[in-house]
C-alpha cells in the first residue's frame, strides 16, 4: 500500500497576508483562475493595464527561453473598482484557461514524476486532478502577479518600488550586485540579468541544456526602495520572515537570505555590523547595509536586499525511473516543449510577492496610531 | 530630525500558529516572560521536567562558552493542566525574571547601538523599552522553546522527532551532514555540534575571538524525522514557507535553506531529481532526498532537512562609533561578559519553531477528513 | 461638511469562517458576484443541482411576494472540483449579472436614503458605489448561499440537517413553535411559513401593505438537527456566539436568541434548567431543550433553534425626506415594484449561515483528536 | 456509553479581536487567570487604578445581592507597559487565585448538573477540570474585564464611553430606556438599574428568591456614545454582529438585539426608518435612532444601543435529579450561598465586551487610508 491516507484532508490556505489579503482559486486545466484582493484601501487608481503587463511580463512563451504553452492570459476585474478605483470592497479578478484542452495528461492519472507533487498530493487528499499539475502547476502563480500588481499600485502610492533580477543561472552568476536603479533595462534581456555579459553565458547555457534535454536552476535578487523605517512587527512576523514565507512559497523554492545571509556566518561583529552616521538631512542612515535593510524585524529606511534560490525544473526530456500508484516501476520522458529553467519567468512573482508583504506591513504599521 | 513617526504604532503578531497556537510576551528586564498555548488537544501529558529541560539547554550561563547572566529561568504552568494532562483549555505559562535589576541601561537610553534594534524600534514606537533590549532582547526566545517544548510531546506522540545541531561556527564547518541518530551526543559539546573534530576548532575559534572582543555567527541544520506524507498545504503555507518564516523569526537569522538548498541552482534536474523506489514495505520511498523531504509543500515522509544561517552577534566588546537620538555623534563599546556566537544557545530555539510548525501541520492536515 | 472622513478605509472582513471559509465578492450592478470556499475536504460530490436550488430559493421573483428583478442567478464553478469531487483545493464560483443595466440609479448619486448605508459608506471610504447599493445590497447574500450550499452538502455527509421558517411577518406570529420534520411542505407556501393559518394573514398582511406603499418586517427561526455533543468552543467562540454573529451579518437583522431567548430573563432556574435523563440507548439527553440545544457554548445533541428578528425594508414607495451629501434637504420615494418584507426570502439566507458555522465547527472539533 | 468522544479536542478560540486583540488563559481553581492583549498601540497611558477598579465592579461579594467568594482579584502586569505607558508590545497580566482551596468539588467529579457545561465539555474533551467549573466558570470572565478595561483607555483617549445598565431582572422591568449621561449614579444601586422604583423592586424579587432557593435571569441593555461614523466592516464583520458575538459569548447569555431589536418585526418600514436632518453644524444626524446607532453595519455616529438576556442561574438552591458520566441517576443540590442573578456582575463584563469590539474597529478602521 502506497496511499497512507485517504481522502484525508484539505488545503486552507490560499488566503496571503494579514490587513492587504490576496485568496486565490485555480488550476492549471480548470476553468479560470484568480483570487480576491480584500484590504485595498478606498480611492487607489487601479490602473488596469499595469497588471495587465504584470501578467504578461510572467506568460510563458515570451521568447525562445521559455515555453511554448498558448494563453492570453487576459485577466477581467469583476468587483470592487467603480469609475477606476477601488471603492474598499473586495477587488475579485479571473483570468480564464484557453488552452487547458489542447494537452493529454491521462498518461500521468497514474505516475507519480520524480520531485513532482503527484505523490504527496495524493498522500494528501486521496486523488488529485492530475490534469497539468492541477494546483501544483506553476500557472498557480499567475493570481499572485495579479494579486502583486494591485500591491504595487499601492506601493507606488507611498513612493516604493519593488524590483527583482537574476543573479545567477546555473553556474553562470551575475558578477556584483546591483542597485534597484541598474535594473531599468531588464525587460529587454531575454534572462532579465542587468549583467549583460553573464547574461549572454546564461542564453548559452540555457541553449545547451535544451539540447541535452535537461534543465537547471538559478536566483533571483529583489530590491525594495523607499521603504519608511517602522515596517515590520518585533517577534514572529519580523519583515524577513514574511518575506522568507512569501518567497519560500513559490514553486521550486529552495532558499532564502537576506543581507549578507548565508555570508553573515563566517563574518565578525566588527565588520559585518552597520555603523549609523547622519543622513546629511538631520536624520540618521546605514553607513553599509549589511543588514539588508532590516533590524529587530522592522525596516530602517535601507533598501531591502533579499535572494531566492531556485532548484531545477523537474521535469526534463530524459528517460527517468519512477513508479505508479500501484507501486509498480515505470519509466517517465516528458515530451515536447519546456523550460530549462524557470528563474526569467519568475521575476515577476517574486516582486509580486514582496510587494504582497510590503503592502501588508505598509497597511499593519498604520493600523495602530494613539 | 531622526524620529520619522511618533507614537505611531503597534506590534499585533505575538502568536504563531494556525490551530496549536502560541501568543508570547515578556521583555528582557520586565517582570516575567511568557506564553499562551492555545490548541493543544485534550489528553497530553504534560511532562514539566521535559519542558524545563528545553528551557536549560537555551540557559546563558551553561558553559564557558555562552553569556553569565544568573537566571534560573524556572517555568510555572498557569492553567490547561488538571492531573498531569492537558484539557483542551489554554496552558498559559511564564518564567519570572529575576536578575532584572542587576544591570545598569542608562547609557544605551538615548544612543542607537549598530546593527541593533534601537533605532528601528523608536522609529516604529516613539520610544522603547531599552532595558537590555526590551523585547527585542533575545530573552524572547525563552517563550518559544517553553512553546516549542510543548509541541514536542504533541509529536513525540505521533512518533516525530525534531533534532537540530550546529553546522558550522564562522569559517569553521561540520566536515558533513549528519542524520538524527547521530545527534544523541551533542549536548556533552559546549558547541552542539557532532563532529568532534570541528567542534574543536569552533571552540578554538571562540576563545581567540572573545579575547579579541568580537564576535561571529554560525548555521545550524535542523532535522526533523517521523513526518508522514501529507503535512503542509499546497500554496502559501507549503511547509518549507512556515518553516522559513518560522526560522526566519529568530533573532539574529539571516537565511534559510532546505534540501540542496543553494547548492540547487548550479544543479541540473537530472542530478537533483529525486527518484521514486519501493521502499521494501509495499509503498513507496525516494532514493535520495536533495527535495529536503518536502514536494509540493507537502512532506513526503522522508526526513526533513533545513539550515539556517545566523548573523555575528552585534554586541562586541571593541569601540564603535554611532549616533544617538538627538542624531549626535557617540562611542559605544560593551563591557562585562557577552556572547561570541549564538548559534549554541540557538539549537533548541530552532528545534522549537520547527516543532511549533510541524505539531500545527499535523493538526492542520488532521483536521478535514471527509 | 457632511463627510467626516475622504477615501479613509476598506473593508477586509469579507471572509466567513476559520477552517471551512467562505470568501465573498461582488457588488448589486457589478460584473459577478461569487466567492471561493477554501478549507472544503476532499472527496466530497459537489451536487451543482442542489447549489443552484438553493440559490433559486432566494432568488426574487419567485412569487407574487417578492420583487421582480429578473436574474437566472446561474452559478458556474470555476474550480476545486474534478470528476465530481471536491479535491481539497479552493471551490471558486461565480454569478454573473445580467439584469444589471436595466436600472438608472443616477437619481441616487448623491442622496442618502433613510436607513440606507449610503451615507456610513460614504461616511467611511468617501465615495461609493451607488448602483443599486453597490456592496450592500441584498444581492450580496447570494454568495453566503452558495457557500451555504456547500456546506450543506458537507453536513448532509455527517447527518446533519438545517432548516428555516418564517415565524412572523409584522404583527402576524406563527401560533406554535414547529420542528424540523413539520418544515417539508414549507417551500409550498409564498412566505415560507408551515403554519397555513398564520400563513394565509401574511399573505393578507403584504397585499395590504403593498397597497400602502409601506413595509415591515419579521422572523425566521432556524433549527438544526443531529448535531452530535461537543461542536464549539468554550470561551469567545462558543457556538451560539459564532450562530450570532452569523445571523446579526445578514442585512436588516436587529435580533438574535436562542433556545429560550429574551424569555429566560423572566424564568426561574427551576423550571429553565433542562434536567438530564437516559436517552433509552445507554447515553444520557436532556428532559427539555430550554437551552436550544448548546450548554456552555457546545452542543449537548438536542436541536439547536435559534431565532433571527429583521426590520421592515428600507425601501418604501411613499415619499420621505432626506438630505444629499451635500446637506441639502431633498425628498425621496422609491418606485417601481420592491419588496414588502425581507424573511420568505431570508430564510435560505439564514440557513447557510448556520450551515457554514456548523460546518467550520465541525471541522474545528475534528482538528485535535490525540 | 454517554461518552460521544474521547480525548477529541481541543479549544483554540480563546482570542478575540483582529488587530486589538485579547487572548485569555485561566480556570476558576487554577492557579491563576490572566490574558495576554496584543495590538494596543505604543503610548497609551495605562491607567492601573482605572484597570483595577473595573475588576472590582465585577467582583463577587460586593453587595449582599452577590456571591461571597473571597478573592481580591488583584491585577498584576507583565510586560508592555514603560514608564506607565503602553510600549506596542504585548501586554500580559495575571490575577492569582487565592480562594481557589477553599471548596471541594470531588462530589460534581462525575455528575453532571442540569444546564451546566459538565457534560458538554466531558463530551467535547473526554474528561474536564471540574473544579468549580474550569475553564467553564464565570471566573473566566475576569480577563475579559481586564482586557475590556484597556479598549476602555483606547477609547476614551478618542472620546468614545461605553456604559451597560440593568434593564430587567425576572419580571421586573425598568420603565423606560436611559441615556449615558443618566447611568452616573448605578454603582449606588446594588442592582446597577437606574431606575430607582425597578431596582427596589429587583432587590425584593431577588430577596424572595434567595429564600426559595432559586434563581432568575435579566436583561443589560449598553450604550456606546462617541463612536465616529464609518466604523465596522460591511459583510461579516458589521459592527453588529461582531458586537452580537461578542455578548453571545458571554456565560448565559440567550440573546441579543441592538436599535430595535425583536421589537422591528412588527413595525413598518414608514416608522421605522430614521429620516435624516442638519445636525445644525453643517452635518448631518437621524431624527430618531431605531438604527440603533448602524446602518449597513457601520456606525453613523449617533448612540449605539443594544441589550442582552440572560438565562437564570443554573446552580440553584433545591434538590434536582440528574445523572452522573454512568448514565446513573442522582440527585443534586448546592449548598452554601449562591447568586440569584448574574446581570449586575455583568455589567462591567458586557461594557468590556463592547469595549473590545469598538477599539478593535477603531484601529481597523484606521488601518487603510489611502
Given amino acids: 500500500m502506497i496511499l497512507y491516507y485517504t481522502y484525508l484532508c484539505t488545503m486552507s490556505a490560499n488566503t496571503f497576508g494579514t490587513i492587504f489579503r490576496l485568496t486565490t482559486f485555480g488550476e492549471s486545466h480548470g476553468i479560470a483562475l484568480g483570487?480576491?484582493?480584500?484590504?485595498c484601501p478606498a480611492g487607489l487608481v487601479i490602473d488596469l493595464e499595469f497588471i495587465q503587463n504584470e501578467l504578461n511580463r510572467r506568460r510563458p512563451g515570451q521568447s525562445a527561453m521559455t515555453s511554448p504553452r498558448d494563453e492570453s492570459d487576459t485577466i477581467e476585474i469583476l468587483s470592487g473598482v467603480f469609475e477606476g478605483r477601488s471603492t474598499g470592497s473586495?477587488?475579485?479578478?479571473?483570468?480564464?484557461?484557453?488552452d487547458h484542452h489542447s494537452f493529454d495528461y491521462d498518461h500521468l492519472k497514474d505516475a507519480y514524476r520524480p520531485s513532482h507533487a503527484d505523490y504527496t498530493y495524493d498522500s494528501k487528499y486521496g486523488f488529485r486532478d492530475y490534469r497539468g499539475g492541477g494546483r501544483s502547476s506553476a500557472r498557480e502563480t499567475l493570481s499572485r502577479v495579479?494579486?502583486?500588481a494591485v500591491a504595487k499600485l499601492l506601493l507606488q502610492n507611498s513612493g516604493i518600488q519593488v524590483k527583482a533580477y537574476v543573479s545567477s543561472i546555473g553556474e553562470v552568476n551575475a558578477s556584483r550586485d546591483f542597485t534597484i536603479d541598474q535594473l531599468d533595462e531588464i525587460e529587454n534581456s531575454p534572462v532579465r540579468c542587468p549583467d549583460t555579459e553573464a547574461s549572454d553565458k546564461m542564453i548559452e547555457l540555457i541553449t545547451?541544456?535544451?539540447l541535452e534535454g535537461d534543465t537547471t536552476g538559478g536566483t533571483i535578487t529583489?530590491?525594495?526602495?523607499?521603504?519608511p523605517p517602522g515596517l515590520g512587527e518585533p517577534v514572529f512576523d519580523k519583515l524577513q520572515a514574511d518575506l522568507a514565507k512569501a518567497a519560500m512559497s513559490i514553486n521550486t523554492a529552495k532558499g532564502f537570505e537576506y543581507g549578507e545571509g548565508f555570508n553573515a556566518p563566517s563574518m565578525r561583529g566588527s565588520t559585518h555590523n552597520d555603523i549609523f552616521v547622519s543622513n546629511g538631512e538631520g536624520g540618521i542612515k546605514t553607513a553599509t547595509n549589511h543588514s539588508g535593510g532590516i533590524q529587530g524585524g522592522i525596516s530602517n529606511g535601507s533598501d531591502i536586499v533579499f535572494k531566492v534560490a531556485f532548484k531545477p525544473i523537474a521535469t526534463i526530456l530524459q528517460s527517468q525511473p519512477s513508479v505508479n500508484n500501484k507501486g509498480e516501476n515505470i519509466v517517465l520522458?516528458?515530451?515536447?516543449?519546456h523550460d530549462v529553467v524557470v528563474v526569467p519567468r519568475a521575476v515577476p512573482i517574486v516582486e509580486a510577492m514582496a510587494a504582497l508583504v510590503i503592502a501588508d506591513h505598509l497597511l499593519r504599521n498604520r493600523s495602530s496610531r494613539l
Same sequence: chains 1, 2, 3, 4.
Fill in 35 to 39: 483570487g480576491i484582493i480584500d484590504g
Fill in 90 to 98: 473586495p477587488i475579485a479578478f479571473e483570468i480564464r484557461n484557453k
Fill in 146 to 148: 495579479a494579486g502583486g
Fill in 208 to 210: 545547451k541544456l535544451k
Fill in 222 to 227: 529583489c530590491i525594495i526602495n523607499g521603504v
Fill in 333 to 337: 520522458a516528458a515530451k515536447g516543449r
